[in-house]
């Protein structure tokens, strides 16, 4: 059961949804300006991180409209511009990631061919999972691509760098990745706390604590970037 409200005539479905993909949307594009005017290194992985943080921030104010608070007068098919931007935040970060171990040298990374091949793969990978969100709009895609891009290559990555150079900036990535699986496993196991809170609900609130960890990440590799 779901809480709906009327507002000037306008029936929302979800507003507790709305609120929360509002904040992720305000807390991404915040963060994203921050890391951005904080970025004194013209590091090319920051950069990615930063498109990261935004696309994030926008597919989430997209969900919270379309897909939830006022999706009874949307269809399906509006929902799906939204969640090819989550795809486009997770793409970017997986870019930054190997951008990141290129230029900290990471063996099986540090070869610009190599960086191609792996960037080649990474846009390919986001077009079978545009195509697949048209032929099954559905936001499981959008899971299945995170869970792979942004948890296990982006995890592998930076654990691979952490182990590698001890950049804490790494760490904390890792810390944001851990948050945000827990964003993943809050809607895999249906968990809410009814009629307040739904799945949706916890995932976000989890979710906006996984940005600002990742933000934090960022801003320390850059440090360690400009110090070296």
């Known amino acids: 059961m779901y809480l709906l409200i009327q507002f000037a005539g306008w029936n929302i479905s979800e507003p507790m949804t ?11 594009i915040y963060h994203s300006n921050k890391v951005y005017n904080g970025h004194r290194g013209h590091i090319d992985y920051i950069y990615n991180f930063c498109f990261f943080l935004f696309f ?4 989430a104010i997209w969900g919270g409209i379309f897909s939830h608070g006022f999706k ?39 070869n ?11 846009i390919l990978f986001l077009a079978i999972a545009i195509v697949s969100i048209n032929i099954y709009p559905s936001f499981t895609v ?22 590698s150079t001890g950049d804490i900036g790494s760490k904390w990535y890792l810390l944001g990745i851990g948050s945000g699986m827990l964003t993943l496993l809050l809607f895999v196991f249906k968990i809410h706390v009814e009629p307040y809170l739904n799945t949706n609900d916890l995932s976000h609130i989890w979710m906006i604590v996984s940005l600002i960890i990742f933000s ?11 110090e070296s």
């Not at 709305?18 to 991404?28: D, E, F, P, R, V």
């Not at 610009?112 to 990474?122: A, D, E, F, M, Q």
């Not at 299945?144 to 995890?155: F, K, Q």
Request: hydrophobic share 50%; glycine share 8%; net charge positive.
């Open 18 to 28: 709305l609120l929360t993909n509002t904040l992720i949307c305000a807390t991404g």
């Open 216 to 226: 934090r990440s960022f801003i320390l590799m850059e440090a360690k970037a400009v």
């Open 72 to 110: 009874e007068y949307f269809s399906i098919a509006y929902s799906i511009p939204g969640w090819i931007l989550a795809l486009l935040g997770s793409f970017f970060a997986v870019r930054g990631a190997l951008q990141h171990a290129y230029h900290q040298g990471l063996r099986g990374f540090d």
């Open 142 to 163: 959008v899971a299945i691509y995170t869970a792979v891009t942004l948890s296990l290559i982006c995890g592998y990555i930076e654990l691979s760098i952490y182990k």
């Open 56 to 59: 994030t921030a926008i597919s």
């Open 112 to 122: 610009s061919n190599t960086l191609k091949v792996y960037h080649i793969i990474n």
